[in-house]
């Protein structure tokens, strides 16, 4: 991962998203996935510039089938927004740094 998205499972999923105090977005992803891996550096890019502002981690559909079925994944990369342990909205495939960004302001309002 990198010093600015975190990476967590099925375990951890409540604690770091449910719970947390700040707005978050999920990557929703898998290795095998080639739209996911060119995701990887544009989530990396807005988690830094948001950085205090909103959470970025990633959950790996492979490992995490649980979450990934709770929330009804079916195309990856689907990233979800959620604050104050609501989901309020996604977006599915590869979208770019600023279209990520917008809908960062779109949801959050930062």
Known sequence: ???YVM??????????????????VVDFW????????????????VAREFEGKVKVVKVNVDKNR???GNYKIM????????KGGQSLGNQVGFV???QLQK???EYFGV
């Not at 080639?34 to 990396?44: E, H, N």
């Open 1 to 3: 991962m990198s010093d």
């Open 7 to 24: 990476e967590i499972g099925d375990a951890n999923f409540a604690d770091e998203v449910l719970k947390s105090t700040v707005p978050v």
């Open 30 to 45: 898998a290795a095998w996935c080639g739209p996911c891996r060119m995701m990887a550096p544009v989530l990396d890019e």
């Open 66 to 68: 649980t979450t990934a």
């Open 75 to 82: 195309s990856i990369p689907t990233l979800m927004f959620f």
């Open 96 to 98: 770019s740094k600023e």
């Open 103 to 105: 809908k960062i302001q």
